[in-house]
């Protein structure tokens, strides 16, 4: 039989597992319900367990997350994924059998700020080919579940285990908005995760979950280093810098260890792959754009290219780890052969004319000062960020730094943010690219460690009401019973920036606009302003198609009344319907993804 979830909206499944689906690596990690359960002292953090991936090179090197690289067969059926798909798609390249493969990298951030994303939406595969996006999320959330499972067997964790008995968690940015989340939901189903066994967990929050009962370095009075976990009314602000999105929250520990959130998520999608993308716009620019697409779409480059780009992004990482004045990039000698035939002169001798930029034999070597130019925009975009919240008079008590994910093991970002915030704790955990994934287990058995959220928008429903003095006289109408109406109001249940415990709800009382009305159709909007007067303002978005809400019950006439209500407080938000006093409460389900 399946578990479900126990009144304080813990699992009482057997085990809670969180898949990460990032832009650049990917992972998983899970614990059992006895680990979470047990006692243990403030020195002894819940164990929680993750995968080591073996890298596809001659190295074997050991990570705890594999690339995001999908490789689909040329009927589309599922081949492999992370450091498997790539050597599996570079041998067939180098066999030059590639053709018609299907082979996708770094996809996540199609569902950042996409406001046509919808069921129907593709994605080019390597070649330039498109296939539906659902499908390319849902066989990689497919290939992460299965991996897991299979972990799990050889745990041996009962001698009956089942499926039913894991709470899934999915890890999201923050700054998503509904439409993509839903669209994760959707991929996670078709995936093989029922709704009701899924739960999301947003990235900064879980990491901010993880963190708060680590124990940190603090200074106390008398100058002296301590060691112990956050303690209640600690106020700190939590970055993770992932490789697609920055995402930043900032929580208040209260006296009961849960947390409450001082100010709504924000972020945006300069990541570390936005620094790969400047790499990239800087060769153009140094060897001009023909030669560099060439390189690029040529089949016959096409294994050179995708190592390109995988130097790229370990160069890359080594640089920012510290201590290194110059980076060194192979070359192979096809790509100093078709730079040759196309600009008439070697590379080394190209070179010299370029600032901080040099070639000798299958080296491209480029100095420190031009690497820090490529990644000065998103450590000016991070520190702008933070500059900006800590502006805020009800942020001055926030007094640690805690930075997260992949791109916070930069050491360029990290002493940039301790030069410019000395006065605060900066916190960098040991395992800062798995903080996420850890801190959304624990997140998931314990939900309610999250006693308040913050809305990341307004939010509204589109609705027609009795004119007003100083309405937009474009918006006029009249009812059929002739009298002068005002269209597309918004009509506001919640404020951007508005705080709400866990499971709060807001609700909108709505009237007909004529006594034989029997339904309400709503439509509901979210804005980033506080006041939005009509739901066509520039700021105003659509959250999907309109429902009905039933008003059959013609007594009353225009008395009468029916109440919309949203579920705030959550990761998701949920939506119910009622005529007042007597109608049956109908829960919605939101169509945010138009076909």
């Known amino acids: 039989m399946a578990r479900s979830l126990s009144n304080t909206g813990r699992s009482d499944r057997l085990v809670i597992a969180a898949i990460d689906l990032g832009t650049t690596y990917s992972g998983y990690a899970y614990t059992f319900k006895h680990e979470l359960e047990r006692e243990r002292s403030a020195k002894d953090m819940c164990k929680v367990l993750s995968n080591n991936w073996q890298s596809g090179s001659s190295a074997g090197l050991i990570s705890h997350k594999t690339p995001t690289s999908l490789l ?108 993509s989340k839903d669209f994760m939901r959707v991929a996670a189903e078709e995936a093989g995760i029922e709704r009701d066994r899924l739960e999301f967990a947003l990235e900064p929050e879980a990491a901010s979950v993880y963190v708060k009962e680590m124990l940190v370095t603090r200074t106390t009075t008398d100058n002296e280093a301590e060691i112990v976990p956050f303690e209640a009314g600690t106020q700190y602000m939590v970055l993770d810098l992932g490789g697609g999105t920055i995402d930043v929250v900032v929580k208040e520990v209260r006296e009961d260890r ?6 709504h998520a924000f972020g945006n999608g300069l990541g570390g792959e936005s620094v790969n993308k400047r790499f990239i716009e800087y060769f153009e620019n140094a060897f001009g754009i023909k030669l560099m697409t060439e390189f690029r779409t040529n089949n016959a480059y096409r294994g050179l290219w995708l190592d390109f780009e995988t130097e790229i992004e370990k160069q890359k990482r080594n640089f920012a780890s510290g201590g290194i004045e110059q980076l060194k990039l192979n070359i192979s000698s096809k790509f100093l052969e078709l730079f040759e035939n196309s600009c008439g002169k070697s590379l080394s001798d190209h070179c010299t004319s370029i600032e901080h930029l040099s070639s000798r034999r299958d080296k491209l070597n480029m100095h420190k000062d031009l690497i820090v130019k490529l990644f000065q925009p998103s450590i000016d975009s991070i520190i702008q960020f933070m500059r900006d919240v800590f502006d805020k008079k009800h942020l001055v008590g926030v007094s640690d730094i805690i930075m997260v994910g992949g791109f916070s093991q930069c050491k360029l970002i990290t002493d940039k943010v301790k030069e410019t915030f000395r006065g605060l704790n900066i916190v960098i955990p040991h395992d800062a690219d798995l903080a996420v994934l850890k801190g959304a287990v ?3 058995h314990w939900p309610e460690v999250i006693y308040s959220r913050r809305a990341p928008f307004s939010l509204g429903a589109r609705f027609n009401r009795i004119w007003l003095d100083g309405d937009d006289i474009s918006k006029q109408f009249r009812n059929t019973d002739g009298e002068k109406m005002c269209m597309d109001f918004f009509s506001k249940f919640v404020t951007i920036d508005e705080e709400f415990a866990s499971k709060d709800k807001a609700t909108l009382e709505v009237y007909p606009i004529c006594a034989d009305t029997t339904v309400m159709p709503v439509e509901i909007f979210k804005s980033d302003e506080e006041n939005p007067r009509y739901t066509t303002d520039l700021s105003c978005k659509s959250m999907g198609n309109p429902f009905n809400v039933d008003m059959s019950d013609l007594r009353g006439g225009m008395e009468r009344k029916v109440h919309v209500t949203l579920t705030m407080g959550s990761t998701e938000i949920r939506v119910e319907g009622q005529q007042i006093p007597n109608g049956e409460v109908k829960k919605i389900q939101l169509n945010l993804l138009k076909d």
């Not at 994924?81 to 059998?97: Q, W």
């Open 442 to 444: 624990i997140y998931r």
């Open 258 to 263: 849960t947390l409450r959130e001082l100010h």
């Open 72 to 179: 689909l067969t040329k009927d589309g059926e599922f081949d492999s994924f992370g450091y498997k798909a790539e050597k599996n798609y570079m041998d067939l390249v180098n066999g030059n059998k590639h053709i018609g493969w299907r082979f996708y990298r770094k996809f996540k951030m199609l569902l950042h700020k996409n406001d046509v994303l919808n069921k129907n939406t593709t994605i080019k595969d390597d070649q330039g080919n498109s296939y539906l996006a659902l499908e390319i999320f849902a066989h990689s959330i497919r290939f992460l579940k299965t991996e897991l499972i299979q972990a799990l067997h050889r745990e041996n964790v009962q001698p009956i285990f089942v499926e039913t008995d894991i709470q899934w968690v999915i890890t999201i940015p923050a700054i998503w908005d509904p439409k």
